[in-house]
């Protein structure tokens, strides 16, 4: 829900839990179209950098 109001290109960070959120999470947005291109565990969350992709 948080891609929906950015355009392709921005830049995006997310906190996701641990197990299936992170498991689950940067599968489904790169089907979406969107590019996973960081991830690194903070202090209890992952932190997961996202650019946008362009309109489905």
């Given at each position: 829900?948080?891609?929906?109001?950015?355009?392709?290109?921005?830049?995006?960070?997310?906190?996701?839990?641990d197990?299936?959120?992170?498991?689950?999470?940067?599968?489904?947005?790169?089907?979406q179209?969107?590019?996973?291109?960081?991830?690194s565990?903070?202090?209890?969350?992952?932190?997961?950098?996202?650019?946008?992709?362009?309109?489905?």
């Amino acid at each position: 829900m948080a891609l929906e109001g950015c355009e392709a290109g921005d830049l995006l960070r997310l906190l996701l839990d641990d197990g299936e959120p992170i498991e689950n999470v940067p599968p489904s947005l790169e089907e979406q179209g969107h590019a996973v291109v960081g991830k690194s565990w903070r202090g209890g969350a992952w932190e997961l950098s996202v650019r946008a992709g362009g309109p489905s």
